[in-house]
Structures are given as C-alpha cells and as structure tokens.
C-alpha cells in the first residue's frame, strides 16, 4: 500500500551494473511495452499534455519498476537537459535516488533535493509531501516527516496517510496522538487490520490491556491468519498474568507460522517468567536454530540453563552473547550489558553448590563494585575487577530429581509450600504467576516458621559460619536466600551491604507510576490514593509558604481528578513550574512524635504533555540506621513477648504478636533494604513468622476493587499498602482485614525441617526443578 507504483521489482541490482545492462538489453521490448501501456492510460505522477513526453516518462517510471534505478536516473536527466522544469522527470528521478539505498546520505540528499524541487513548483500534491516523508522518517528526521504528512492530509485526507502518520508518532512514543490518527484512518477504511493492530499498541503501550485485547481480536476478525495480532494478543494477555489464555495465542501465532522467530521469544520469556524452565528453554532453542544470533533468545537459554543448574550449558550460551560486542556508536542492548554480572555469577554459584548454606554469604562474598554495578545495571566497567574462578571440573551440574524420590513427608513439604507460595501472588494486572518463585517462597515461609519457632525456644541458629541466636535479619535472609536462587537473572542484595561510596550518595529504588504516555498499570490503583496524598501534601505546602493564595490552590485542587493537571496547580509557585516533589513521612514507634523519610513522588511535565510520575526511596546510610533501629526495637520485643507466648497461648499474646510482626515489616517494606524482591520476601517473613506464633494466613491478597468485600480498601499489592499507610497501626489494620487469620494446623509440627532437608544450593534448585503436579490432585493436609 505505497503512493507509488506498483511494479514488480527485480533483482538486478545484486548483481551489480553489468547484470542490469545485460537485464536491460534482454528486456528492451518488455520494458517498451510496458511504457507504452502506462503512458496511453497516464498511470505515472505529473503525466503532461505530449504523447512524446509521456512515453519518454513512462519508460523512466518502468526503468524504476523494474529496479533500474541508475539507467532511470540517466533518463531523467536527459530529459531535464532539455526541459529543467519538467515535474515528473524531478520527481521521477527523486524517487530513483531514494530507491537506490538511504544507507548512502547522497542518495537521500539528492532524493529530499529533487522532491522539495517539485514542492515549489507544485504545492497542492499530497503525495509528493507523502513521498518526502518516507524519506525523510528513516533518517531520523521524525518531526520534519510528521510536518509533511500533516500537510499532506490537509491537501487531501486519506486512510493510508492518517495510518502513515500515526505510526510515525507511534515510533515517538506519543501513543495518544497515534491512538488518534489510526481512529480517523478507521474511520475512512475501517477494513485495515494493520492499522486496527497499531491502535491496540497504542492502548497497550499506555497500559489500557483490555482495550488493547478488544482492538487485536478485532483486527483478527478482518485477517484471520494475522500472526502478529496473535503475538501481540499473547504479549497483552501475559501483561495481565493471565498465562492461559497467552500460552492459547501465542499458540495459533505458531500454528500459523511455526518459524515465527518473535512469537518463540515472547513464549519463551513468558515461559520462563512463569516458572516453567524446561518448556522455556525448547522455545529458545529453536529460535537460534531459526536465528542463531538473536541475543535475547541467546542470553535466555543461558539464563534457563543457570537457574536449572545446567552450569555449563548456561556459561557457554552466556559467553556466546558476550561475543556480539556492539558496533562503535551502537547502543549495547539489555542482553550484553547484563550477560557478564550472570556469568560471574553462575560461577560463583556453581563453586558453591555442594557447601551449607550456613557456611558462607554471598553480599560478603560478592565485591562491592560488582554488586554496585549489577545492582544498577550499569555496563560492566569495574576497575580491578578480578574474576571468578571457571568452572571447576569435579563440581557436577545439577541432575532432575524425581518426585517420587523424595520421602513422603519431603513430598508432602513441597506440596504444602506449593499452597503457601500461591497465597502470595498478585491477582492485579502485570503480575504473571510463577510457580517456581511460588515454590521457593512457600519454602521460605516454613524454614522461617521453624526458625523463628526455635529461636522462642531459646535454639540458637547458624548462619554465615558462626552460631548464635536468630537477629531480624537471618530471619529475612532465609527467605532472601530462596528468592535468590529461584531467578538468578536478579540481583537480591541487602543495600546497606554496598560500598560506602555508593551508599553515601543514596541508592535509589525507582518506580515509574506514568512515564511519558506509558502507564504502570502494576499500581493503576494507588493513584487515587497517592494524588490524595499529594493534595494534603500541596495544600500544608502553601499553608505556610503561600497563605494569600491558599483559597485560589485550595479551589483549584477540587478540580483535580487525574495526576496530570496537579502540574499546573504547581505553577502557583515559580520555583515549582516544571514539577515537584513530595516526601512521606514514617512516624517512628520508638520514639513518639519522631518521623522518618518514606518515600518521595515526583512529578514534572514537558509542553507536549509527556510526563513523569515516580515515586523512589533514597537508601542512605543514615536513613537505614534510623530504620535499623526501629526493627531492632521491635524484633526484640517481638523476640519477648514469642517466648512468652511458647509459654502461654493467651489470645492477647497471639494478637500483640501478630500486630508486632506486621508494625516490624511495615518498616521493612519502607526502608525498602534490598535491591529487588523485597515485597515477596517480607510477605513470606509475614506469613512464616505468624505460622510461628500459631496463627495461619487463609485469605488471599485481595483483587482490589471487583473482589474485595472493604470498599473502603482497595489494597492489591502489599509493598504499596504499606507505603502509603499512615502509620504501622493503619498497615496491621489493612493486612488483617484480608489474611483471614485462623489457628494453625496442626500437621505443620509433622514436617521435615526445611533447612536440614535442602542444606546447600543443589538441593535448592533440584527441589524447584522437580515436577509437583500429582500435589494438586491429592489433599493438602493444612488447607
């Protein structure tokens, strides 16, 4: 569907010269013919009023449809010698030079020279502002392009220029101007399943996920085998953690073209991120036997491997990635600048396979620098850095471990890990469910259960080589520990364990909430609560800086119902005209009155309407004492008043229990301590640490506003609950109002202890390697 013409185009220029003369002389006849045919009808641009003229013209037009780009040239240019104003042979030959190649800059110059010639002379043509477009969007020149097609559609509006357009502001990230431009162009052919495609892209990019899905299965109503509306399907359905019904689309993807290089790596990734290893690494494999140089494909077969123990296989398909060193002036891609911090870290992971988890500690171990870097993705330029020793030849891989090789009361272990790691999962959009981190953390909330339960028991524990009595932060390490080894892509590390360097200058968690046009629809439901949020916070702000303009701010306020027009409220104030920031605060339970930093939203704007709505918190060292020291506080209190409760199982011990395991996470998720996965980890602590006190979590975190039967709370993600609390007291409130506490089984003293069952990383990954799905079909003892 291109302004213009539609010959076959031959293959004469890979050739080189000499075949096109040959070519040309061979097909004089066909070409004569042609011309002749197309000059009678005047099917070429700028026909004139001379039969003579028209049939020279129309020979240059056939010479290009035919890939004769040079003789093409030679012909226009004889015609110009004679007559230098003649519109069709500019124009002709302007298209001659941008078909040659827009990889040499003289033929694009020469091309955007001929068409702005045949602009001058004759203004009123959309096509030729259409053709100088398409020059012009390759090279960069995004909004000289766009400038062009506008005026274009204004000469004379049509469904391919509107879908022109909008792709082109799709490329530039202005997804609601796109969303636009493919609507009109709808409008005009509403048969246009590629235009139907980009406007579900559209939704899609901007975290709309169920306006996205109408629009692609529309599309495949108007091309039933459209495979890139069914990969496009299969991405929208995974972003909603919706796992069936992605697996379903990206299956017909497949059906339809079992080579489609994409559709195996969005599967495979999805695959993978879902917990399913195995089936993950077919689908990388037989992308590099489509493509063996796909980096993305390439790092995750490595990846896969690692996490499933297979360390040989991983570090050979990691090494192969970091082989692709990027071009000079070319942008390394996410798979390479990754690719060496897994390597390193395979090794270390492989060196320590058969030693007890007990005995060593891998923040210690790892150097700073490297942690520093991994931890930001940052490219790997580590001054000094010495490598980690290669793979040591009598360390085996990891091998399958059956299920049935385990002993009844080790199967029926994982069995009931499986249940407490499903308890945990997100059921809000962008939260795929993954089996094997559900696994791992099911596992984590036992052994912590069974430590914090010797620990009241005045048992001591070892950790990091040394015995002695469980501290708040063994008891977090255990479930780091899990989280780690489920997903090794990730670097888990405890941020104050980071050089003092970059601790002094503050290591930041970042979340974007809207960036641009792109919304996160993982936290589509705190905005309400955060803009309330930012509105007390505006009006105190102006209370004592501005009290004259309180009234104006205070009205202008109410008007607000979206976090995009708090911007111009802002420009009450100078200093504020571009964006702000807003700091929450932590009121301490230590110290009554004293607050702490929480976190801090930013928001600022550019003229076009793009956006940044984030919120980060700033771990310094100074701000992580502070913290330090409520835990403290509170884990020996908690420490106490378990004993007592080992002692005695009054119902108010159980309770100032519990709200003390609660208040001392809602520090945690605060402070925020590690790099990644510090939400599931301090849920797996919650859990494992009521287990202990005799009380089980029952009910699942809640869906937000469709299920949830508290109007009042719309809670689906537990970090953010606890972020946007107003203390621990309101944070214990919201978490017990869902988890349906109840009295423990008492089948769960029965189990095997975890941490004397899986006691070194090769019995970690051979657990969550190994098959369970025979636990769904018999009774779990405790649900």
């Known amino acids: 569907d291109s302004s213009f013409l539609h010959f076959h185009e031959s293959d004469c220029d890979i050739g080189g010269s000499s075949s096109c003369e040959s070519m040309l002389s061979l097909n004089t006849e066909k070409i004569l013919s042609q011309a002749k045919l197309l000059a009678e009808q005047k099917r070429f641009p700028f026909a004139t009023d001379n039969d003579n003229t028209n049939e020279e013209l129309a020979i240059a037009y056939v010479l290009i449809g035919n890939g004769l780009y040079d003789e093409a040239i030679r012909h226009f240019s004889t015609m110009l010698q004679e007559e230098p104003e003649l519109v069709s042979a500019i124009y002709g030959r302007g298209i001659a030079y941008g078909k040659k190649g827009l990889h040499d800059m003289k033929n694009a110059e020469l091309a955007l020279f001929e068409l702005s010639r045949v602009i001058s002379l004759e203004p009123d043509h959309p096509e030729v502002f259409e053709q100088r477009a398409e020059i012009l969007s390759p090279l960069g020149r995004i909004s000289e392009a766009l400038s062009d097609l506008t005026k274009a559609i204004q000469l004379q509006p049509s469904a391919r220029l509107y879908r022109h357009r909008g792709t082109l502001y799709f490329i530039s990230e202005d997804y609601a101007t796109a969303h636009e431009d493919f609507q009109h162009s709808l409008e005009l052919n509403k048969n246009q399943p590629i235009a139907m495609l980009y406007k579900g892209l559209t939704f899609f990019h901007r975290g709309l ?13 108007q091309k039933a085998d459209f495979i890139d509306a069914y990969k496009s399907l299969g991405q929208a359905y995974r972003e909603l953690g919706n796992f069936d019904a992605a697996t379903e689309s990206f299956q017909k993807a497949l059906l ?5 290089v994409q559709t195996l790596q969005l599967k495979g990734m999805m695959l993978y991120h879902h917990g399913s290893l195995d089936e993950a690494l077919k689908n990388f494999k037989r992308c590099l036997q489509l493509e063996p140089y796909n980096e993305v494909c390439q790092y995750m077969k490595g990846l896969s491997h690692v996490a499933m123990g297979q360390f040989y296989e991983g570090i050979k398909a990691q090494t192969k990635v970091m082989l692709n060193d990027p071009l000079p002036g070319q942008k390394a891609s996410p798979e390479y600048l990754k690719v060496k911090y897994l390597r390193e870290y395979s090794r270390y992971l492989h060196a320590h396979l058969d030693t007890p988890l007990t005995e060593y500690n891998t923040d210690i171990d790892l150097p700073g620098n490297f942690k520093d870097h991994w931890a930001k993705n940052l490219p790997f330029l580590i001054e000094n850095y010495e490598e980690q020793p290669g793979l040591q030849p009598h360390i085996k891989d990891v091998l399958f471990q059956n299920f049935e090789s385990y002993k009844p009361d080790v199967q029926e272990l994982i069995c009931v890990a499986d249940h407490l790691g499903s308890m945990m999962q997100y059921e809000t959009p962008g939260f795929l469910p993954n089996k094997r981190i559900h696994r791992a953390m099911g596992l984590a909330t036992l052994e912590v259960m069974q430590a914090v339960q010797r620990t009241w028991a005045n048992s001591k524990v070892r950790m990091n080589g040394k015995t002695r009595l469980m501290q708040w932060r063994d008891m977090f390490d255990i479930a780091v520990k899990w989280r780690r080894i489920a997903d090794p892509d990730q670097p888990v590390l405890w941020l104050d364990q980071m050089p003092a360097r970059s601790l002094s200058r503050g290591f930041n968690n970042h979340i974007n909430l809207i960036r641009g046009q792109v919304i996160n629809m993982r936290y589509l439901e705190y905005f309400e609560k955060i803009l309330h949020f930012i509105k007390d916070r505006i009006l105190v702000y102006h209370g004592a800086n501005n009290p004259k303009g309180l009234l104006e701010v205070r009205e202008a306020l109410e008007k607000v119902h979206k976090v995009e027009d708090l911007l111009p409220i802002m ?21 009554q ?12 704007g550019d003229k076009v309407g793009n956006i940044l709505f984030s919120v980060e918190t700033q771990t310094t060292e100074e701000r992580t004492q502070l913290y330090h020291a409520e835990i403290d506080a509170l884990y020996k209190d908690l420490t106490a008043k378990g004993k007592i409760l080992i002692l005695s199982a009054e119902l108010g011990e159980v309770d100032a229990v519990c709200n003390l395991i609660l208040s001392l996470v809602y520090y945690f998720y605060n402070l925020m301590p590690l790099s990644r996965g510090s939400s599931v980890i301090a849920y797996s602590v919650i859990m494992g640490a009521l287990m202990a006190s ?41 978490a017990r109002s869902w988890m349906n506490l109840k009295s423990i089984s008492p089948s769960y003293k029965s189990l095997p202890s975890v941490s004397e069952t899986f006691p070194t990383l090769r019995t970690m990954i051979e657990v969550l390697n190994t098959d369970s799905s025979h636990c769904l079909k018999k009774t779990i003892v405790v649900v």
Request: aromatic share 8%; proline share 4%.
């Open 209 to 221: 996920l169920k306006e996205a899905i109408e629009s692609f299965k529309e599309a495949l109503k």
């Open 593 to 604: 009155g004293k607050e702490y930093d929480g976190f801090t939203i930013t928001i600022t």
């Open 571 to 591: 420009k009450f104030n100078s200093k504020t005209r571009d964006g702000f920031t807003v700091n929450t605060k932590v009121p301490s339970l230590k110290d």
């Open 256 to 260: 339809l073209n079992q080579n489609h």
């Open 694 to 734: 005799g009380k089980e979590v029952s009910g699942k975190i809640p869906k937000g506003k469709a299920s949830i039967k508290i109007p009042k709370y719309t809670s689906s993600l537990v970090d953010f609950e606890a972020m946007t609390a107003p203390g621990s007291e309101a944070f214990s409130k919201i």
